[in-house]
T-cell receptor, first 116, second 113 residues
């Protein structure tokens, strides 16, 4: 079975400071990893993904994430946070070699609050 | 493209009533799925489809039915609503040839009293 843990329910950061939202995963074999963002009363929007290759993945809105296989982590980062980054962030995983379609497992979400 | 559309946006049901949540996409995506989102539990997969005529169960399928008669539409049916089905429901689709990122609809907020 595959699983995702987002250990922090909420992360608070001051605007202009770097931010990190943590994610660890468990999956059989190689993982495909994703980050999605959800603004209030909206659906999820794709931010970035790791499939293979470079461990540092760059995505939308200046976000990036680092895949660490030994620590089974895929933390989301941004060098300088904006108030408009405040939202709910979800990490998701699936095994690379899984039949039956694109069955992602999502974490419980981390609420990011960026304050002036 | 309209993307992934869901109707209705809001719905209130009484226990025991039935209803269908509609989901449609105009992007010719083969893979479609339904999730429910509950506080503190993230998104959980209810049912999914890898193409027209093919559906399968996800993590929490009980109380829900689906069918996929066309590529575009993937309705979710609640046969006899229960208060435990109060949730926000999201439909998502994945394009062919793109590795596994999903496009989500705006959601349907369902309350069962």
């Amino acid at each position: 079975a595959q699983s995702v843990a987002q250990p922090e329910d909420q992360v608070n950061v001051a605007e202009g400071n770097p931010l990190t939202v943590k994610c660890t995963y468990s999956v059989s074999g190689n993982p495909y990893l994703f980050w999605y963002v959800q603004y209030p009363n909206r659906g999820l929007q794709f931010l970035l993904k790791y499939i293979t290759g470079d461990n540092l993945v760059k995505g939308s809105y200046g976000f990036e994430a680092e895949f660490n296989k030994s620590q089974t982590s895929f933390h989301l980062k941004k060098p300088s946070a904006l108030v408009s980054d405040s939202a709910l962030y979800f990490c998701a995983v699936r095994a690379a070699l899984t039949g039956g379609g694109n069955k992602l497992t999502f974490g419980t979400g981390t609420q990011l609050k960026v304050e002036l | 493209n309209a993307g992934v559309t869901q109707t209705p946006k809001f719905q209130v049901l009484k226990t025991g009533q039935s209803m269908t949540l509609q989901c449609a996409q105009d992007m010719n995506h083969e893979y479609m799925s339904w999730y429910r989102q509950d506080p503190g539990m993230g998104l959980r997969l209810i049912h999914y489809s890898v193409g027209a005529g093919i559906t399968d169960q996800g993590e929490v399928p009980n109380g829900y039915n689906v069918s996929r008669s066309t590529t575009e539409d993937f309705p979710l049916r609640l046969l006899s609503a229960a208060p435990s089905q109060t949730s926000v429901y999201f439909c998502a689709s994945t394009p062919p040839g793109v590795v596994y990122e999903q496009y989500f609809g705006p959601g349907t907020r369902l309350t069962v009293t």
